[in-house]
């Protein structure tokens, strides 16, 4: 008795497995198209990017102007603080 039931038991999990495994393999190839190396999107080479010009944040005057003032102004002090470097 054991054994027939067994056998059945056996015989009705490789149905239900066979039937399992057959419906979504038939569903998936109705809607699979192949992607061909034409149908993928080309990549657009990267633009580099012009690097911005330097500027001086701190005041509105050029580093030039700003190197006469200091030379004029610290004429005859001592060299330091805002005067290093520029006084004579």
């Known amino acids: 008795m054991k054994t027939r039931h067994f056998a059945w038991t056996l015989v009705s ?20 198209t192949a992607v061909t190396a034409a149908d993928k999107p080309t990549k657009k080479p990267k633009q580099a990017k ?18 006469k003032r200091l030379m004029r102004e610290c004429r005859g002090r001592p060299n330091a603080g805002a005067c290093e470097g520029y006084a004579h």
């Open 13 to 32: 999990v490789g149905l239900g497995l066979g039937l399992l495994a057959a419906v979504p393999a038939s569903g998936a190839t109705d809607n699979f």
């Open 50 to 67: 012009a690097p911005k010009p330097p500027t001086d944040k701190g005041s509105a005057e050029s580093k030039a102007e700003r190197d």
